[in-house]
């Protein structure tokens, strides 16, 4: 059974923007999958179990972004 969380993330400007944040949050424990939206900010992360939100939002500020909101 898989889990999803979605979040906003601001600060994108491009598809760099979109390929460090998949990177950085692809590489946080139990993750299966990042879906990045650049027109929206849409962040949607796949994962095995809930994964700690504390933990996605600090693998987007590492990547030079801020997650906004839920």
Known sequence: MSSTASYTV???????????????????????????DLATGGLTVTSEQPVDEAAVRAAVEEAGYEVSGR
């Open 10 to 36: 601001t600060g994108m400007t491009c598809g760099h923007c979109v390929t460090a944040v998949t990177e950085e949050v692809s590489q946080v424990p139990g993750v299966t999958a990042v879906d990045v």
